[in-house]
């Protein structure tokens, strides 16, 4: 197995190796822009995070939770991922999650063009990201 020796991990390279983003670039934009919190503190890109600790990520109008149990040498395969996270997100989210994706204004028919200003907006406030 790829245990990694570490103690501490940069939370944005933490993220993108178990796979909550596809680049390191994106990572750390989330981190920028508040969406990522480590045990109720909103976290910056370079922060050290430590074996036990607890990362709530906003995602798609929800927010999961997750904690941390070992850190990786580098990006995972998927069937990996749980063996150094274990999600931790309630299911009254989760379900919530489901129910923004199958909704009928969740998924927009391919060819309708760009939301309005307005579409979007009532999106927003349909998923929640208006906070």
């Given amino acids: 197995m790829l245990k990694g020796n570490f103690v501490n991990m940069r939370i944005d390279k933490f993220l993108w190796s178990v796979r909550l983003f596809k680049t390191r670039t994106q990572a750390a934009e989330a981190c920028k822009s508040g969406r990522i919190e480590v045990d109720g503190t909103t976290a910056k890109a370079a922060m050290e995070i430590k074996k036990g600790q607890s990362i709530r990520m906003r995602d798609t109008g929800i927010h999961r939770t997750f904690c941390v149990l070992d850190f990786p040498k580098g990006r995972l395969g998927a069937a990996l991922v749980v063996q150094y996270m274990k999600e931790t997100t309630p299911e ?4 919530k999650r489901f129910n923004i994706l199958h909704s ?5 028919e391919r060819g309708t063009g760009r939301p309005t200003k307005k579409d979007r907006r009532e999106l927003d406030r349909f998923t929640g990201e208006s906070e």
Avoid at 92 to 95: D, G, I, N, P
Avoid at 104 to 108: A, C, F, Q, S
């Fill in 104 to 108: 009928p204004g969740g998924n927009r």
């Fill in 92 to 95: 009254e989210e989760l379900q």
